[in-house]
């Protein structure tokens, strides 16, 4: 595990920019991988499709997922993320505009550690991130982090 990294799953381009001038803003300065919907995820993950060449054993610390994507939703991604014994213990934290009980419950339901409402509010929004950034990357112990730091 790069200790550190993070993934973005997002495929709106404007809330990929808020995103990442929030990481900037609350000075989270961890590498940021972007994939903008939800098979390049899995792609990504699992290093198939164009990210065959990837080395499978580099894996984020932290997932932020939206679940409203393209190709393959947020769920189903979630759903495999935990079905994988590689994935399975990475935290997930549901990124998104969704206020739709079914998908906070079909959320948690599937192993996610977190789920957080894009805020509209800029200064909302960016203290969130701050917050998120500060349990999740530097304050939050996870089975990957004993396992392979040590």
């Given at each position: 595990?790069?200790?550190?990294?993070?993934l973005?799953?997002?495929?709106?381009?404007?809330?990929?920019?808020?995103?990442?001038?929030?990481?900037?803003?609350?000075?989270?300065?961890?590498?940021?991988?972007?994939?903008?919907?939800?098979?390049?995820?899995?792609?990504?993950?699992?290093?198939?499709?164009?990210?065959?060449?990837?080395?499978?054993?580099?894996?984020?610390?932290?997932?932020?997922?939206?679940?409203?994507?393209?190709?393959?939703?947020?769920?189903?991604?979630?759903?495999?993320?935990?079905?994988?014994?590689?994935t399975?213990?990475?935290?997930?934290?549901?990124?998104?505009?969704?206020?739709?009980?079914?998908?906070?419950?079909?959320?948690?339901?599937?192993?996610?550690?977190?789920?957080?409402r894009?805020?509209?509010?800029?200064?909302?929004?960016?203290?969130?991130?701050?917050?998120?950034?500060?349990?999740?990357?530097?304050?939050?112990?996870?089975?990957?982090?004993?396992?392979?730091?040590?």
């Open positions: 595990m790069n200790k550190g990294m993070i973005l799953v997002e495929d709106n381009p404007y809330d990929e920019a808020l995103t990442l001038r929030a990481f900037k803003k609350s000075n989270i300065i961890n590498e940021l991988i972007v994939v903008r919907d939800g098979a390049e995820a899995l792609d990504y993950l699992f290093a198939t499709g164009i990210f065959t060449g990837r080395d499978p054993d580099v894996m984020p610390q932290l997932i932020l997922l939206d679940l409203k994507l393209p190709k393959v939703d947020g769920l189903e991604v979630l759903r495999r993320l935990r079905a994988d014994e590689r399975k213990h990475i935290p997930v934290v549901v990124l998104t505009s969704s206020n739709e009980e079914r998908d906070i419950v079909g959320s948690y339901d599937l192993g996610a550690n977190s789920y957080l894009k805020s509209v509010d800029f200064i909302q929004f960016t203290e969130a991130v701050r917050q998120l950034g500060l349990y999740w990357l530097a304050l939050n112990e996870s089975p990957l982090n004993g396992a392979r730091s040590r």
